[in-house]
């Protein structure tokens, strides 16, 4: 579980200011001199509205406009991650811990400047010495409060200033028939995830502060595998043929769904999984006399990546015929950290990583006896997002006025109504002689 980083932001600025910290009062140390120069430090500077080709016109850039013309991308946002990226029971959760910094994580998880009361950028002051959270940061009067709740919207990704500071959509394509502005940059599309899945060069080198490892490596993993060269999009974003509006053309498009490692934000989220691309980026290989289960990694990066707290476990068990379990064994697919203690200056590390790496294949044998009551083998994938004692915890974790404000319908039982893992994979064995598979299943359920 992570913990709070109470005093780390401080220390690593005072560290900065050297000697001029016992000659009197100094001002406050920026963003800039405490945490570097890196695009997710700072909300995206995405107008709340884009140009129209001609005249005066504008039209609102947030999703429900957007899906008015553009509807089969609005259907497969709403469900995804992108869409649920504030309301993730998850992350409210974390939020709520004491010494978080808010503005900082919702730079990724609302990062359009539109949607944050506060103005800030790498000149913001830290408002004084002990506080970890605080910015000193200027009134936002371009804030839309009702925009928090998107989350990841069509703005974060496709909204930009044009050079007379109006705002134009940033398209893969252009027809020239939209009526509104549209500037053509496809690699400054499939560029945008790495603001916040690839967000500095050296990742477990970076610290945001000693104890909040959001560390992604993604990026590091893609660039030494055998996908290096490919992008984000070519495999998270699958292209299918449609016209971008309704009675348009029909062009070749990609599709919006990002379904992830395939544990949804809502449980409603299990019945779209496949059809918003989902797919498990592992081919299982079982043998069954002896047991061997061999996992190749298809993904381009490793399995599991991103969120160090997520893992694999695969099971491998002999059942009788009414279903008991006979004998297991269990593999963890993995990174294991130790998450420190901001307050007791105890920084996080990486103490293992036995995750399968892009392109790698493992064999593993599970310790299994033998058994002639045994009617079956059943092999089972489990991707764990959180733990039941990591959701206690969150659970046990108080929201404050604010962030109840805004979230009224924060879910008070996070194990009951937050999807914590799904079944990714299960497939089941007749045992003896000539033993055949009898039956698999590969679409994620709880």
């Not at 780390?8 to 016992?22: K, N």
């Not at 609005?74 to 910094?101: R, Y």
């Not at 495999?235 to 490692?261: D, F, I, K």
């Amino acid at each position: 579980m992570r913990r709070g980083f109470r005093g780390a932001l401080w220390g690593c600025a005072l560290a900065l200011l050297g000697p001029a910290c016992s000659g009197g009062p100094v001002a406050p140390p920026t963003v800039r001199e405490v945490l570097g120069e890196h695009a997710f430090l700072t909300p995206i500077d995405a107008p709340s509205t884009v140009a129209a080709t001609s005249g005066g016109a504008e039209f609102a850039t947030e999703p429900v406009a957007c899906g008015a013309c553009h509807i089969d991308h609005l259907t497969e946002w709403a469900p995804s991650s992108h869409a649920l990226a504030v309301h993730d029971a998850q992350f409210f959760a974390e939020l709520a811990k004491p010494g978080q910094p808010r503005w900082l994580c919702l730079n990724c998880h609302a990062p359009t400047a539109v949607q944050r009361a506060e103005r800030i950028t790498l000149d913001t002051p830290f408002a004084a010495v002990g506080s970890t959270e605080t910015l000193a940061a200027a009134v936002n009067r371009d804030h839309e409060p009702a925009r928090l709740g998107e989350g990841i919207g069509c703005a974060a990704c496709h909204v930009r200033r044009d050079e007379d500071g109006r705002g134009t959509v940033v398209g893969p394509r252009g027809s020239g028939r939209a009526p509104h502005r549209v500037r053509v940059d496809a690699a400054a599309l499939a560029a945008v995830c790495d603001r916040c899945h690839a967000p500095v060069p050296d990742p477990l080198a970076y610290r945001v502060s000693p104890s909040l490892p959001c560390w992604f490596t993604t990026r590091e993993e893609l660039a030494s595998g055998p996908a290096a060269g490919t992008s984000c999009v070519d495999c998270h974003m699958p292209q299918t043929q449609r016209p971008v509006v309704p009675g348009g053309p029909v062009v070749t498009l990609r599709r919006h769904g990002w379904a992830g490692g395939g544990v949804p934000k809502v449980a409603a989220g299990y019945a779209s999984l496949e059809a918003r691309g989902w797919r498990l980026g592992v081919d299982v290989s079982v043998a069954t006399d002896p047991v061997v289960v061999t996992l190749t990694n298809t993904a381009g990066h490793a399995v599991p990546t991103g969120d160090p707290e997520r893992f694999l476990q695969v099971e491998a068990r002999y059942e009788h015929e009414d279903g008991k379990v006979l004998a297991s064994d269990v593999l963890r697919i993995g990174q294991t950290w130790d998450f420190g203690d901001g307050t007791a200056a105890h920084p996080a590390r990486r103490l293992a990583d036995d995750r399968l790496q892009a392109g790698s294949t493992h064999a593993w044998t599970p310790a299994l006896t033998p058994s002639a009551e045994a009617a079956r083998l059943v092999v089972e994938i489990v991707h764990v997002r959180v733990t039941e004692a990591n959701a206690a915890a969150l659970d046990a974790t108080s929201l404050d006025l604010a962030l109840a404000a805004l979230w009224p319908e924060f879910p008070s039982d996070l194990q009951a109504s937050y999807p914590l893992r799904s079944v990714v994979y299960r497939a089941a064995f007749s045992v003896g002689p000539g033993a055949e598979k009898r039956s698999t299943k590969r679409a994620p359920d709880r």
